[in-house]
């Protein structure tokens, strides 16, 4: 039987065919649109060229991710600063290699009626929560903590992820969200909005890249291609929002709507750049305004350690601009 290459035996073609080495990503969702980068190599290739078989495990939250990647079920995961600080705080040996939005997208949503439009209004309230593993509960810690509350003076409530149908049902008074959740919930009707934007207090990466320590040492030459192609995809969707927006119909699994995906992928689209992606490349970390993020954190006593974010970031495997 002839191959599929020059005429080369099946045997022989398979022998040349270039090896493959497998990444999985363990993600804080569901193959979604907003994580499209991750959903498309079948169809544009971007890993493949690397010389990676890429695998998206799914996951509920950041944390998820992280554990994922603990237990050996993932190479890396894609997870939350304030995921990451728990795990580092617990003596978790990690690195994160690649900021993936280094704009903090979180938020907190109230139907107008309510009256809730700071975070002193959240005291005695019900407030959503994609899970108790996601960065939407860490960023409401966040939002309490600059009232001088704490998770004890509000009922915190599991609501799934981009979920708003509690909110408008009535089950919680307020719900943490990202900024593609509301994008979504207001185009499914959740009608007059407060808002408050997690960014005017802590403008800190949502999302970054982390592998354990061992992995970073022993798989270094994997990972800075996997970045390369990561970084490849997202400047592809950033340059194509359009062919991004039809290729999730297929790959994501919230991806039926063509405009709604046009307008969260241009959502993620803004939140993956900065003046430091700007000037240095995409996958930038901004090592000071990380460290000040776990300095607030043990300032909530979300961790207890003293986090040096500069042993933890590694911008070593970067792909050049």
Request: cysteine-free.
């Amino acid at each position: 039987m002839l191959g599929l290459a020059a005429g080369l035996p099946l045997q022989a073609w398979a022998q040349t065919a270039p090896r493959l080495e497998k990444i999985t990503v363990a993600g804080w969702s569901k193959p979604i649109t907003e994580v499209t980068p991750l959903l498309i190599d079948e169809d544009k290739g971007f890993y493949r060229a690397q010389g990676i078989a890429l695998e998206y495990l799914p996951g509920a939250g950041g944390g998820d991710a992280i554990r994922n990647l603990l237990s050996g079920q993932a190479d890396v995961a894609f997870t939350d600063p304030g995921s990451l600080f728990a795990a580092l705080d617990k003596g978790e040996k990690l690195r994160a290699i690649y900021d993936i939005y280094p704009q903090n997208v979180f938020n907190v949503v109230s139907l107008r009626k309510s009256g809730i439009l700071k975070p002193a209004d959240l005291k005695g309230k019900k407030i959503g929560v994609y899970s108790l593993a996601s960065g939407t509960r860490q960023a409401l810690q966040v939002l309490l903590h600059l009232a001088g509350l704490s998770e004890s003076d509000v009922t915190v409530v599991v609501t799934g992820v981009l979920n708003f149908a509690p909110l408008l049902q009535g089950q919680v008074d307020a719900t943490a969200a990202t900024d593609t959740g509301l994008l979504i919930g207001r185009r499914r009707g959740l009608g007059e909005v407060d808002v408050m934007e997690v960014s005017r207090y802590l403008n800190v990466s949502s999302d970054l890249f982390v592998v354990r320590e061992d992995t970073y040492q022993r798989r270094k030459e994997v990972l800075r291609r996997f970045l390369r192609a990561y970084r490849d995809a997202a400047a592809w969707m950033i340059a194509e929002p359009a062919e991004a927006a039809q290729l999730a119909v297929r790959r994501a699994i919230d991806g039926s709507d063509v405009s709604l995906n046009l307008e969260v992928i241009r959502t993620r689209n803004a939140s993956s750049v900065s003046a430091l992606t700007r000037e240095r490349g995409l996958g930038a970390m901004d090592v000071a305004s990380l460290q000040k993020a776990a300095d607030v954190f043990r300032q909530l006593t979300l961790v207890q350690q003293r986090i040096d974010m500069g042993r933890v970031v590694a911008a070593d495997l970067l792909p050049e601009r």
